[in-house]
């Protein structure tokens, strides 16, 4: 079987404006963009790897740190902000020991910010993963991550 | 009562909420029971304040909503049979007639929350593609261009230009290929309309889309939207590989000349590709970084050929201007903004959601009538409209009718559609604060005034907040926020400094507070504020020492806690959290 990373570099290859949807693939697969699989999109795409790293770098959604198991972003829209995120964003970082954009040193949680998950009417909202939890608690996010940390510490 | 029909709202918000689960309930619990009960999805219902929502259609063609749903409660229902005396049932029943909808027009939500959104069929049946066939086979593309122009339709993402005006250019413009485009990079924090749409009636955006292709001549097209928004990108491919499959879109439409192809584009997380030029750069895979405008895109867009980029809402109101013709549309409204308008309703209102109402209905109207006013029944202190492009009005402005021109009066903008209700636990100089922090980080870094300018009206801000401020500030804020707005080649710098100039303009007392006398009003600047807590009514449940994130926060149990502030970081939590009240907060002590 075709390794998929080379299967990606292969449909994207000749496609117009590829470069941003073969990110978007490769972070999917990996999590995060590998030094090597950015080379090798330089490649594919026939543009430097100063050029794909800067297109890389100008989106926030792309990472070139391996992430922890468990992502919890934290919704920082407007209506989030006056219902109290900065309280649970603290109260996170603080337990965790981490700020926004690292990971726990058990590899176990990765904590972000994200500008708004537009479920402005349950805030404050937090994603776990997946899975939005709305009108959440300083309380119940603790449970959650009590959880987590039972289940796989 | 005879019920025929479940349906369970399945949006973003209502799975959130737990729908997904009160779904999986409620077609156990039909199989379980054998009743013949038909259970389906629908998108967003409106009501977000009371998800999860389920609508109960019965033979005898009555609806029924009901609000926050649980698993238990599915199954109560169910076995109840939705008794409306004295049932579980009537306590979580939301009448039609209830002001929240009683004051609304749903044009553009006609479907949302009432059709299944990943049905062609559901669409169809509610007159779905009927104005793609009309505008096909019975108008010419000039023809459906001046019939938009008539509508008097301006574009719902922010700025307001005459969609009919901007499809006539594109129109004109010279070229074999042309791009129609679909902006659906919903950035602004606290809008979710374009999100409820695409998730709620994703062929309705679809079939305004093939129209606007049409009338422009594109074969080709895009559909660029949040990577945030999974749902809304599952609900629009299945729509457009239905669309296809039915003849509606790709090649010879409708057994006629017209083809057109259309793909998804996820954004990958810039807020400045909402912004026309940038957009497009991120199609072409740069990065999203805005270009001097003319040539604009109706010229010289796409990959250098003419394209035309429209809002997800302002297409959607395109089936319904060519179906029901120009004059339905141009009825509603004002003299110059036609049509209803769609606004996600949030903040410290008691009823929050979708909310769509005729252009010209009063801010009052909106807040009051339609969202119950403010939570807890505090003081209404502001509403934010706009987003970071916006600024935030004061009371005595609620009577301004929503229509692009009197916002824009007030210093705010119409936007895309954000609505953030504020109250007296809300500090004015911590709204402009996160706001201007917003644009700073998604500034591209292009022009130097947007780029540095931000930066330092930020630490500014941060100065006041901090108890740092000095009154010459205030005047310094005012000249960078003007140089800003004048020096900057895109929307994104031209309109950053609102949200400072508005709060500034209507709250400068709060700024002054801050810095004259270190006191932030509204208790939220951390380096103003100090919890304490009142040994007289601390019971020494624990609970905040328990849940304190910094162990600040300590005590014996049964006997009175303490807070040390050298060890607080104000968050808030044991506030929060305090089952006696026995917390409090100050503001104004010196440390």
């Not at chain 1, 941003?20 to 999917?28: A, G, N, R």
């Not at chain 1, 058990?106 to 805030?123: H, I, R």
């Not at chain 2, 009160?22 to 039909?30: K, R, S």
């Not at chain 2, 208790?523 to 910094?550: H, N, S, V, W």
Request: aromatic share 6%; with cysteine.
């Amino acid at each position: 079987m075709e390794d998929p990373f080379q299967e990606l570099l292969r449909e994207f290859k000749d496609s117009k404006g590829s470069l941003i949807p073969l990110l978007q693939k490769t972070q999917e697969l990996y999590g995060y963009l590998p030094i090597y699989a950015m080379e090798e999109i330089s490649r594919t795409v026939g543009l430097s790897p100063a050029e794909v790293y800067g297109v890389a770098t100008f989106y926030a959604q792309f990472s070139f740190q391996p992430k922890g198991r468990h992502t919890i972003k934290v919704c920082h829209g407007t209506a989030c902000h006056v219902n109290g995120a900065e309280a649970i964003d603290t109260a996170l970082k603080s337990e965790l020991g981490v700020e926004s954009g690292e990971t726990t040193r058990d590899n176990l949680f990765t904590v972000e910010n994200v500008a708004c998950l537009g479920c402005c009417s349950l805030a404050p909202v937090v994603m776990v993963d997946q899975q939005v939890e709305g009108r959440l608690n300083w309380a119940r996010l603790l449970k959650t991550i009590k959880r987590i940390q039972e289940n796989e510490g | 009562m005879k019920v025929k029909e479940i349906v369970v709202g399945l949006g973003s918000c209502g799975i959130a909420a737990g729908a997904r689960e009160v779904l999986e309930a409620l077609q156990e619990g039909v199989r379980e029971r054998e009743l013949d009960i038909r259970v389906s999805a629908t998108g967003c219902v409106g009501a977000c304040h009371r998800e999860p929502i389920i609508e109960v259609r019965t033979e005898e063609g009555s609806r029924r909503l009901y609000g926050e749903m649980t698993v238990k409660r599915a199954r109560a229902f169910l076995d109840q049979g939705f008794q409306e005396d004295g049932g579980e049932a009537a306590k979580h029943r939301l009448a039609e007639d209830e002001p929240f909808f009683g004051k609304q027009l749903k044009l553009v939500l006609r479907n949302s929350g009432r059709i299944d959104p990943e049905s062609i069929e559901n669409y169809l049946a509610a007159g779905g593609y009927a104005a793609l066939e009309k505008a096909l086979t019975s108008m010419k593309p000039a023809e459906v261009v001046a019939e938009v122009k008539a509508s008097g339709l301006r574009g719902r993402g922010g700025a307001g230009f005459p969609t009919g005006l901007k499809w006539s250019f594109a129109a004109r413009a010279a070229g074999a290929k042309k791009y129609m485009i679909c902006n659906a990079d919903e950035g602004d924090p606290g809008a979710f309309m374009d999100r409820s749409l695409l998730e709620g009636d994703p062929h309705a955006v679809l079939e305004g889309m093939i129209i606007a292709a049409y009338a422009i001549g594109a074969d080709e097209g895009y559909i660029y939207v949040r990577a945030e928004y999974p749902l809304a990108i599952a609900r629009l491919e299945r729509a457009i590989v239905a669309a296809r499959e039915r003849g509606f879109l790709g090649d010879s439409i409708l057994g006629g000349s017209f083809s057109f192809q259309v793909h998804v584009k996820q954004g990958a997380g810039a807020f400045v590709c909402g912004e026309e030029t940038a957009l497009l750069a991120s199609i072409e895979g740069k990065r999203g970084m805005p270009r001097l405008r003319p040539p604009f895109p109706a010229e010289k867009g796409l990959w250098r050929c003419p394209t035309n980029i429209n809002n997800v809402e302002t297409l959607a109101n395109i089936p319904r201007i060519i179906v029901e013709g120009a004059a339905a549309f141009a009825s509603l409204g004002t003299e110059k903004s036609k049509g209803t308008k769609v606004f996600a309703l949030a903040g410290k209102v008691k009823r929050g959601g979708m909310v769509e109402v005729p252009m010209g209905t009063t801010l009052r109207e909106v807040i009051f009538d339609i969202g119950g006013g403010i939570q807890d029944n505090r003081e209404f202190k502001a509403v934010q409209l706009g987003g970071p492009s916006g600024g935030c009005l004061p009371a005595e402005l609620l009577d301004t009718p929503v229509d692009y021109d009197s916002l824009t009066a007030t210093g705010a903008i119409m936007g895309s559609g954000g609505m953030i209700v504020l109250d007296v636990t809300t500090c004015m100089v911590d709204v402009a604060k996160f706001f201007l922090s917003f644009t700073q980080s998604e500034s591209c870094g292009k022009c130097t005034f947007c780029r540095l300018g931000t930066k330092r009206m930020l630490e500014i801000l941060e100065n006041i907040s901090n108890g740092k401020g000095h009154m010459e500030d205030l005047d310094e804020l005012e000249e960078l926020a003007l140089t800003i707005k004048r020096s900057s080649l895109c929307g994104l710098g031209q309109t950053a400094p609102n949200p400072v100039l508005t709060t500034l303009k209507y709250f400068r007392d709060e700024y002054e507070e801050h810095i004259r006398n270190h006191r932030c009003p509204a208790m939220q600047c951390k380096a103003l504020i100090q919890y304490r807590i009142d040994p007289e009514i601390c019971a020494g449940c624990t609970l905040c020492a328990r849940f304190c994130p910094t162990q600040a926060a300590s005590g014996e149990a049964r006997e009175p806690h303490s807070i040390d502030p050298d060890l607080c970081i104000r968050c808030g939590i044991c506030y929060e959290g305090c089952r006696f009240k026995a917390i409090e907060i100050v503001t104004g002590v010196p440390k």
